[in-house]
């Protein structure tokens, strides 16, 4: 078993790829002048509570995926000097959660490296999540939670060895099921299974694709806090007001993006 130090160490080297492309639509009544990932949480945008977190854990290197209003992005996390390193990747038209990431393939260093929702928040043990995915030589690795409610979420069923055998976005059944919580470890050789210059999805496209293919669940304890309604976005607010001694905020620098 790798040392928590060693597994922090390798960590350092692993690219964050941040998903945050979307039009949040469902979300527009309430945030309607910035993409939703730049929505305020405690007087900061949710990305930064995500890269907070993130930071937390030794990761520095960040790949924004920038679609919808993109230039709200690029202006934040702009030329600044610092000890982190953000990189830009736009797409000029929309390209789905998975295309999003073969977009940014030209600019993912390491491997394996991480995925993650712009819009929602899971305090994953990521040195944990590493090592699991390491130890189990995955091809795709991904955080679940237990839920009640499967319908804003894809319900992720696992065998004995937490392999993933089946994955159905958004579908309604009764009883507590896994969830997807958003937050990933893939092989670099998993862009290979994704179409360049085409809208293809994680959820409805890869995921279905490459169960019982070298994927796994790593199931967490925390609870999945997503910001993709205004009723949604309002209890994120709450659970990071009385989470500030957990999740304090850190004045990172931003070191310059590249476009």
Same mark, same amino acid.
């Given at each position: 078993?790798?040392?928590? *130090?060693?597994?922090?160490?390798?960590?350092?080297?692993?690219?964050?790829?941040?998903?945050?492309?979307?039009?949040?639509?469902?979300?527009? $009544?309430?945030? *309607?002048?910035? $993409?939703?990932?730049?929505?305020?949480?405690?007087?900061?945008?949710?990305?930064?509570?995500?890269?907070?977190?993130?930071?937390?854990?030794?990761?520095?290197?960040?790949?924004?995926?920038?679609?919808?209003?993109?230039?709200?992005?690029?202006?934040?996390?702009? $030329?600044?000097?610092?000890?982190?390193?953000?990189?830009?990747?736009?797409?000029?038209?929309?390209?789905?959660?998975?295309?999003?990431?073969? *977009?940014?393939?030209?600019?993912?260093?390491?491997?394996?490296?991480?995925?993650?929702?712009?819009?929602?928040?899971?305090?994953?043990?990521?040195?944990?999540?590493? *090592?699991?995915?390491?130890?189990?030589?995955?091809?795709?690795?991904?955080?679940?939670?237990?839920?009640?409610?499967?319908?804003?979420?894809?319900?992720?069923?696992?065998?004995?060895?937490?392999?993933?055998?089946?994955?159905?976005?958004?579908?309604?059944?009764?009883?507590?099921?896994?969830?997807?919580?958003?937050?990933?470890?893939?092989?670099?050789?998993?862009?290979?299974?994704?179409?360049?210059?085409?809208?293809?999805?994680?959820?409805?496209?890869?995921?279905?694709?490459?169960?019982?293919?070298?994927?796994?669940?790593?199931?967490?304890?925390?609870?999945? #806090?997503? #910001?993709?309604? $205004?009723?949604?976005?309002?209890?994120?607010?709450?659970?990071?007001?009385?989470?500030?001694?957990?999740?304090?905020?850190?004045?990172?620098?931003?070191?310059?993006?590249? #476009?």
């Amino acid at each position: 078993m790798q040392t928590r *130090n060693l597994i922090k160490d390798k960590l350092k080297e692993v690219d964050v790829v941040v998903l945050c492309g979307g039009m949040g639509s469902r979300l527009a $009544p309430v945030v *309607n002048d910035r $993409p939703k990932p730049m929505a305020e949480i405690n007087h900061q945008p949710f990305l930064d509570v995500l890269i907070d977190y993130f930071c937390g854990f030794g990761l520095r290197r960040f790949v924004l995926c920038a679609g919808y209003m993109s230039e709200v992005i690029q202006d934040y996390y702009g $030329p600044k000097a610092g000890h982190l390193e953000f990189i830009i990747s736009c797409e000029h038209t929309l390209l789905g959660t998975a295309g999003s990431v073969k *977009n940014a393939q030209k600019f993912i260093q390491s491997d394996p490296f991480l995925v993650a929702n712009g819009d929602s928040f899971c305090s994953v043990d990521l040195s944990e999540f590493y *090592n699991f995915h390491s130890s189990r030589q995955a091809l795709l690795s991904m955080a679940v939670v237990e839920s009640e409610d499967t319908t804003d979420g894809g319900r992720v069923t696992l065998d004995s060895l937490q392999r993933i055998i089946s994955f159905e976005e958004k579908e309604q059944k009764k009883g507590t099921s896994y969830i997807n919580a958003g937050i990933y470890l893939f092989r670099k050789h998993i862009l290979s299974f994704i179409p360049a210059n085409t809208k293809y999805s994680l959820e409805y496209d890869l995921f279905p694709r490459l169960t019982n293919q070298g994927s796994y669940a790593f199931v967490s304890r925390e609870e999945l #806090i997503d #910001i993709g309604t $205004p009723q949604q976005y309002e209890r994120a607010k709450e659970y990071f007001a009385a989470a500030t001694e957990i999740l304090p905020v850190r004045d990172f620098n931003k070191n310059e993006a590249k #476009i």
